[in-house]
C-alpha cells in the first residue's frame, strides 16, 4: 500500500514538472526568448507546440495586413467621394472653425485653395471660405443651436453671396444651406447647395408669365373694346363697323399668333416637338417665302431681292425652315424705313459644310446693347417699339428652331445706322457633295 502511494506521488510530481517545463517553453517561445536551433533537441509535443504557435503569429500578421488595406481602400474611396462632391461641404468644430472641406468649398474664398491648409491642425475660421460676413454669422448661429439641440438636430438657411471682385461673371451666388451634427464632441456637418441656377430658372418663369400676360391682355382688349361697340349699335356707319371689324380679326390673328409661338417654343425647349425630317431644298423654300412676301414689301415700297445657289439640301423639317426664314425677313420688311432694301441670300459654307441664309437690310441698325438680347423671350428693342407691333417672339421661336430641331446657329450682326444682317446656317445632307 506503502508502494503504491509513493509511486502516485512520484509520478505526480513528474506530470507537475513536466507541464511547468512545458508552459515556460511556451511563454519562451510567445516572447522570442526561444529560437527555433534551440527547439531542436526539445521533445516531440514541444515542436508541434512551437510550429503551432509560429503558424499562427504568421496567419495574424497577414489578417492584420488584410485588414490595414482594406481601411486604406475604405479611407480612400471616401476621401474621393467627399472631393468629387458639386456641392461644397465643410466640417466645423465646436467652435465654428472650419476643419475639413472639399474642393467645391475652398473654391468659395478668393484665396488660392493650395494655399488654405485645414485639417485638426489647422483650423480655419469660416470667413476664410465663405466671403460674406452676414452670411458666416448666419450659419455660426445655426450651427450653434444644432450642436446645442442634440445629435439629431438639423437647420436649414438661404443666403447669398456677392460676386468676388475680378470675377467676370459678376453673379450673385444664392445658396441652400443644411446643417447637422456629426458626433458628440460639437463637431457639425456644413452642406451649401449652389441654387443660383434654381432661382434664376424662377426668377425667367415669373418674368415669362409676367410678359406673356401682357401680351395676351393687349389684344383681347382691343377685341372686347370693338365686340363692344358693334354690339351695343353705337357704330351706324357701315364704314365704322367695317374698321372695327378689321381690328378684330386683326387682333385675333395677333393672338392666335402668340399662342401658336408660344407653343411650338414650349414644345420645343420641353422636347415633345415631332418636326417631320426630310430633304429639304433651302434655296427652294427661301424663294417661296421671299415671292409670299413680295406684295407686303411693295406695299411698304421696300426692295426685295433674293439670291440663292440652287441644289444646297439640308435634312430638316421644311415648315419650321419656312418659317424661320420668314420670321426673319418679315422683321425685315417691319422694321426698315420705306424705300430701303432687304436680301435674301442662300450659299454653302464649304469649312463647317453647311448651308447658310442670311436675311440683309439697309435699316436703321440694332443698337450694340441690344445685340445679345434679341433672340430672348418678348424681347424688344425699345428704341422701335413704336415703328412696328409684334409679340416678341419671333426670333426666340427662330432660335428653338435652328438650334434645338436642326442643330444649327443662328446670330445677328448689325451696326447702328447700317442696317443689320440675320443669318443662321444647318449642316449640309451631303457634305462631300459641297466640295467638289
Not at 420705306?338 to 441698325?365: H, I, P
Request: glycine share 8%; hydrophobic share 40%; with cysteine.
Amino acid at each position: 500500500m506503502l508502494e503504491v502511494t509513493t509511486i502516485a506521488l512520484v509520478a505526480l510530481a513528474f506530470g507537475a514538472g513536466f507541464s511547468i517545463a512545458w508552459w515556460g517553453l511556451r511563454v519562451r517561445i510567445r516572447r522570442g526568448c526561444l529560437r527555433p536551433e534551440d527547439a531542436r533537441g526539445a521533445t516531440t509535443p514541444i515542436r508541434i507546440l512551437e510550429e503551432g504557435l509560429r503558424r499562427e503569429i504568421e496567419s495574424l500578421g497577414r489578417e492584420h495586413v488584410l485588414a490595414r488595406r482594406i481601411v486604406e481602400e475604405r479611407l480612400g474611396r471616401f476621401e474621393r467621394m467627399f472631393a468629387s462632391f458639386p456641392d461644397p461641404i465643410l466640417v466645423l468644430d465646436r467652435h465654428g472653425d472650419v476643419v475639413d472641406a472639399n474642393p467645391a468649398a475652398r473654391s468659395l474664398s478668393a484665396s488660392d485653395p493650395d494655399e488654405l491648409p485645414i485639417d485638426a491642425a489647422h483650423a480655419r475660421p469660416l470667413g476664410d471660405l465663405v466671403p460674406d460676413r452676414v452670411a458666416v454669422q448666419d450659419l455660426l448661429e445655426h450651427a450653434s443651436a444644432v450642436v446645442a439641440n442634440g445629435s439629431e438636430a438639423v437647420r436649414s438657411a438661404e443666403f447669398e453671396i456677392d460676386p468676388v471682385e475680378g470675377d467676370e461673371d459678376g453673379v450673385i451666388r444664392a445658396f441652400e444651406a443644411v446643417i447637422r451634427t456629426l458626433d458628440d464632441h460639437g463637431r457639425t456637418l456644413l452642406v451649401l447647395h449652389d441654387a443660383t441656377r434654381e432661382r434664376e430658372a424662377s426668377r425667367l418663369k415669373s418674368e415669362f408669365v409676367a410678359k406673356a400676360s401682357h401680351e395676351l391682355r393687349t389684344p383681347l382688349s382691343s377685341i372686347h373694346a370693338s365686340l363692344e361697340m358693334l354690339s351695343d349699335g353705337d357704330l351706324q356707319d357701315g364704314a365704322q363697323r367695317d374698321e372695327f371689324l378689321e381690328i378684330a380679326i386683326e387682333e385675333t390673328d395677333r393672338l392666335a399668333k402668340l399662342v401658336n409661338d408660344m407653343l411650338d417654343i414650349s414644345g420645343i425647349e420641353a422636347g415633345v416637338a415631332r418636326p417631320r425630317m426630310g430633304q429639304v431644298d433651302l434655296a427652294e423654300v427661301a424663294t417661296e417665302v421671299v415671292e409670299g412676301l413680295r406684295a407686303a414689301a411693295d406695299r411698304r415700297s421696300v426692295d426685295l431681292r433674293i439670291h440663292v445657289q440652287p441644289g444646297l439640301v439640308v435634312e430638316g423639317d421644311r415648315e419650321m425652315l419656312a418659317a424661320v426664314i420668314g420670321n426673319l425677313v418679315g422683321n425685315g420688311l417691319k422694321y426698315v424705313p420705306e424705300g430701303e432694301r432687304v436680301t435674301v441670300a442662300v450659299d454653302a459654307e464649304d469649312l463647317t459644310r453647311s448651308v447658310v441664309v442670311t436675311v440683309t437690310d439697309t435699316g436703321l441698325g440694332i443698337p450694340p446693347e441690344d445685340l445679345d438680347r434679341v433672340f430672348e423671350k418678348f424681347y424688344r428693342v425699345r428704341r422701335y417699339e413704336r415703328n412696328a407691333r409684334g409679340t416678341g417672339l419671333g426670333l426666340n421661336l427662330c432660335r428653338n428652331i435652328v438650334e434645338q430641331v436642326h442643330q444649327g446657329r443662328i446670330g445677328v450682326d448689325s451696326r447702328l445706322g447700317e442696317g443689320a444682317r440675320f443669318w443662321f446656317s444647318v449642316p449640309a445632307s451631303h457634305p462631300a457633295s459641297m466640295a467638289a
